[in-house]
């Protein structure tokens, strides 16, 4: 592999006018795809083969009026202290709000609470109105939300305190200032790691370039798939972040063959043989945990792990192809002023050292390994009981869905919440939708005796009839629970009211509403959990094992991700579970763990995990296959790739963290889950505990059974074999370096 990248680097760099242009070209084309192929993504959830989508499947069929799938909004009415909505003043200013209601864009229906009996009937000061929209919540325009709160606001004017909640007042996810803060970081870091902003130009350009093409295709093939709003949040936030990273490790190892006084082609094929080879695999471990949630069996899961794997693969062909072609324009101006002039002056120190300041800064990586190799089991035993404090609050774990009982204490969702909590109940909030089906016969007997059975249960505060569908063989129930949407009662209620499926002879009960849907998600993830970590972990695994050729290295490179993400999910538990530090990271309310954020974490910071594993221990065992001693090996090779990995992991964590200041709690949380995995994992776990272990394991770390040696294909990752080539037939001349290949 290291010999074809090392033909590949050269040819990008010859050719270097047409591949630039052949990729600006690719990114005009997707670009205008996106623009003329571009729709509102989609805002749904669907879990197929659950028992909660069953049943809305089944409410489709049955009932597809009810069913078409569009957005509502619930308007919560309260009467001064005192007062009541029945009054004359107040009941004609909620009237008039329902007709304004009713008259705004894309609202198809709207109720009258006093119609409907949905007022408060103890005190009658609390009402409320539910407005159906003939659209989804993706499709509802900011003109119909301005339409709906200009209402409201009128509302307001008679004295009521007027709220509203519900998916319709849900705004498309924006991420502006997150993209802004993680690019100004990066180039910081860039800046300050290559002393050249050039160097530092480069793996931005690459990398704007391939989030640019990776977002541009999501979009685009969102006019052919429903996508979730949250598709191309995810591709853009690991694009950009793997892609710096990748062009970082290529760029990094250009300066140092430059600065041995090779040509920049040269330079640009070695580059691209060596580091690229690294590049490759680490690419293919990000690769294969996105895609690998495709396992899962949840569609929205598999859409953003595939277009995220989409857009680092699109990243590692750039990094491979664009990158050398850029090098080839920017020749030796990536040493920066300084190197350039010493190396023009023939200086033997320049020649023999990185301009990055590779002498100069590899004491610094060698007195860190050094101080780790006096007392790796110390070491060790620190950073395992500092992690294992860490992962604590993760045997607190709650997990569910997003409701409006968790949104800011400001808002006017939470404020309808609370509004109709007070006055209804807290399960008013989290209505269950019972579904009775006889198939052919009458349901009307069957729907009587469920809802009397149902109404016996405990937690029950109301079964309410709702409609029957013309072919009389399905009706639907209204449950209200006296318990919150997420609290465990109305978990249980969900489960005793399926348990009653079959025991009304000829009748189906299924259940479906938000509570339903919660409790299928994490039921299907816990299903799904085990075999997930298998395919991922195993084939990863596989994937080391023929980077490295050794079977040590690999476990301790899953042992170290083990222990990453259990620190990780405890900070997680600790921020946005109970509440620690919230104001430092804008939690407004702390909640329950969203149900699929975990897995999704699994599968990321495995991938990046491996990044970093591939990076730094490639540099050890390229020292190791050349002649160096096992203990020497981690130290030269540390010292070489500690300031690279450590920039790419500030750059890793800055722009994950700049998605902390997302509105959007997933997006929020997920920014915060990366930027710290990857603190606990690159930091901690790959610049302390790998060399701690390495040191321990000796020659061991490189132990490989003969027969599976055999087994093994060497892609010769390190590129051994690739640099003897050269070192035999290259003593500064390119095209002899050109006959060896051939």
């Known amino acids: 592999m290291a010999t074809f990248l ?70 919560v009415f309260a009467a001064p202290e005192g007062r009541t909505l029945a009054e004359p003043e107040y009941r004609a200013a909620v009237e008039r709000a329902i007709t304004d209601i009713g008259g705004a864009p894309q609202v198809a229906s709207v109720t009258d609470p006093f119609q409907t009996g949905a007022v408060d009937p103890t005190t009658g000061t609390i009402g409320y109105a539910q407005a159906t929209y003939s659209v989804s919540s993706a499709l509802v325009t900011g003109e119909a939300r301005d339409a709906l709160m200009a209402a409201i606001e009128q509302a307001r004017t008679s004295g ?54 990776g977002v541009g295709l999501v979009t685009a093939a969102g006019h052919f798939f429903d996508l979730s709003s949250y598709t191309p949040v995810l591709a853009l936030m690991l694009g950009l972040a793997v892609a710096i990273d990748y062009a970082l490790f290529i760029v990094s190892r250009y300066r140092h063959e430059v600065a041995l006084g090779r040509a920049p082609e040269e330079a640009a094929g070695r580059a691209v043989g060596t580091a690229g080879s690294a590049v490759v695999f680490a690419g293919l471990t990000v690769v294969i945990a996105l895609a690998g949630l495709a396992v899962i ?17 699109i990243s590692v062909v750039l990094a491979l192809t664009l990158l050398p072609a850029l090098l080839g324009f920017a020749g030796h101006r990536l040493l920066g002023r300084r190197a350039r002039a010493a190396q023009a002056a023939g200086s033997d120190r320049t020649a023999g050292a990185d301009p990055a300041g590779e002498r100069a800064k590899a004491p610094m990586g060698e007195r860190w390994v050094a101080a780790i190799a006096r007392r790796p089991v110390t070491v060790l035993l620190t950073c395992l009981v500092a992690l294992g404090v860490i992962a604590i ?10 409701s409006e009982a968790v949104a800011s204490p400001d808002s006017t969702q939470r404020k309808a919440y609370d509004l109709l909590a007070g006055g209804f109940g807290p399960g008013v909030n989290g209505p269950l939708t019972v579904v009775v089906d006889t198939g052919g016969e009458s349901v009307t007997a069957a729907a009587e005796q469920a809802a009397q059975r149902i109404g016996g249960l405990p937690d029950v505060l109301a079964v309410v009839p709702v409609a029957t569908n013309p072919e009389g063989n399905t009706s639907i129930l209204t449950v209200v629970p006296a318990s919150a949407p997420n609290a465990a009662e109305t978990q249980d209620l969900v489960r005793a009211i399926r348990a009653l499926d079959g025991t009304i002879p000829g009748a189906g009960i299924g259940v479906t509403g938000l509570t339903a849907v919660n409790i299928d998600i994490s039921t299907k993830l816990d299903d799904a959990l085990v075999p997930y970590v298998a395919v991922v972990v195993g084939l990863a695994f596989i994937l080391l094992m023929l980077v490295f050729r050794s079977l040590l290295v690999p476990l301790k490179a899953t042992a170290g991700f083990l222990l990453s993400i259990a620190a990780t999910l405890g900070a997680v538990v600790a921020v946005f579970q109970w509440g620690w530090l919230a104001g430092v990271f804008g939690v407004e309310q702390p909640a329950p763990i969203i149900s699929f954020l975990p897995i999704f974490l699994v599968g990321i ?14 540099r050890m065992r390229e020292e190791h296959v050349h002649g160096r001693d096992a203990r020497m090996a981690v130290t030269v090779g540390f010292a070489h790739g500690a300031r690279v990995v450590t920039a790419a992991a500030l750059i890793m964590i800055s722009v994950f963290a700049g998605f902390v200041f997302s509105p959007e709690s997933f997006i929020k949380s997920i920014g915060f889950g990366l930027a710290i995995a990857v603190f606990f994992d690159a930091i901690v776990v790959r610049m302390v505990v790998v060399p701690a272990l390495m040191t321990l394991f000796g020659r061991a770390a490189w132990w490989l059974p003969r027969w599976l040696d055999r087994v093994l294909p060497d892609v010769d990752v390190e590129g051994e074999k690739l640099v003897q080539h050269l070192d035999r037939g290259d003593a500064g001349s390119a095209p002899e370096a050109e006959k060896v290949l051939r």
Request: glycine share 12%; aromatic share 8%.
């Open 160 to 213: 009521l305190t007027v709220e509203a909640g519900g998916d319709a007042l849900q705004a498309p996810v924006e991420t502006g200032v997150a993209e802004v803060l993680g690019i100004a970081v990066a180039a910081v870091v860039l800046v300050v790691t290559f002393g050249s902003l050039v160097a530092a130009g480069l793996p931005l350009l690459t990398a704007l370039l391939g989030i640019g093409i």
């Open 297 to 313: 069996g949840i569609p929205f899961l598999s859409q953003m792990g595939l277009a995220a794997a989409g857009t680092v693969a």
């Open 393 to 402: 609050p993760a045997l607190d774990l709650r997990l569910g869905m997003p």
């Open 605 to 618: 910071v495995f991938g990046l995990a491996m990044d970093y594993q591939v990076f730094l221990v490639t």
């Open 6 to 75: 090392y033909r590949l680097g050269r040819s990008a760099f010859r050719r270097r006018w047409l591949v630039t242009v052949a990729w600006f070209g690719v990114l005009a084309a997707t670009v205008l795809a996106a623009v003329a192929l571009a729709k509102p993504a989609s805002g749904t959830f669907e879990i197929p083969g659950t028992p909660a989508q069953q049943a809305i499947d089944l409410l489709g069929e049955r009932f597809p009026a009810v069913s078409a799938g569009g957005a509502s909004a619930r308007v």
